[in-house]
């Protein structure tokens, strides 16, 4: 069965980076592009790109551009999300899921990963 | 950027009745298959999201089928014809286009 499996929770400083990590299983890993979408504390989701995982395009919702890099590594099927300059506004559940059009499209997600920022 | 607004905000609501969320676009999300690209997901606290609906109005497999998704262009519903305890957490709609946006979502309690 589809399963993504991210990483474990991380605790970081103000001003420094965090890598999260999806690992994928059971689908063809490079038929998808996986996506990052976060959640504050008590607030909404909100969209913050995505990767295709054949080629390693990316695209990030604008007011992530320049401080979110999203890789990927096809023979181990994972994804990551690195995000920079980390601020206590970053501290979140940071989710991964996957789009292959229509009734694929944030079909399957992974279990989230909680990013706290604080000094 | 589409911008998702849903109404209520929150939705006290009693074991056994209907229940209806709204979701309004601020543009058409019918794509040039005709297809309103609009999909519904439910969030229990401590857990992920998990989408019930696909294409405004396509339930996912293992859905009850008391859920049903309607609507094209920029006004969409999701209704619940008789509520039961699971159902509560919170529910978000979402349109699938560059930069994919979600609505601020909508509390469902039971009282």
């Known amino acids: 069965q589809v399963q993504l499996v991210q990483s474990e929770a991380e605790v970081k400083k103000p001003g420094a980076s965090v890598k999260v990590s999806c690992k994928a299983s059971?689908?063809?890993?490079?038929?998808?592009?996986i996506h990052w979408v976060r959640q504050a504390p008590g607030r909404g989701l909100e969209w913050m790109g995505w990767?295709?995982?054949?080629?390693?395009?990316?695209k990030s919702a604008e007011r992530f551009h320049g401080w979110v890099t999203m890789t990927r590594d096809t023979a181990t099927r994972t994804a990551y999300m690195e995000l920079r300059s980390l601020t206590s506004d970053d501290t979140a559940v940071y989710f991964c899921?996957?789009?292959?059009?229509?009734?694929?499209?944030?079909?399957?997600w992974g279990q989230g990963t909680l990013v706290t920022v604080s000094s | 950027d589409v911008v998702m607004t849903q109404s209520p905000l929150s939705l006290p609501v009693t074991l056994g009745q209907p229940a209806s969320i709204s979701c309004r676009s601020s543009q058409s999300l019918v794509s040039s298959d005709g297809n309103s690209y609009l999909n519904w997901f439910h969030q229990r606290p401590g857990q992920s999201p998990r989408r019930l609906i696909y294409?405004?109005?396509i339930r996912d497999s293992g859905v009850p089928d008391r859920f049903s998704g309607s609507g094209s262009g920029t006004d969409f519903t999701l209704r619940i014809s008789r509520v039961e305890a699971e159902d509560a957490g919170v529910y978000y709609c979402m349109q699938v286009s560059h930069p994919w946006t979600f609505g601020q979502g909508t509390k469902v309690e039971i009282k």
């Open positions: 294409k405004a109005s």
């Open positions: 899921t996957r789009s292959g059009g229509g009734p694929t499209d944030f079909d399957h």
């Open positions: 059971g689908y063809s890993f490079t038929d998808y592009y």
């Open positions: 990767i295709n995982a054949d080629n390693g395009a990316t």
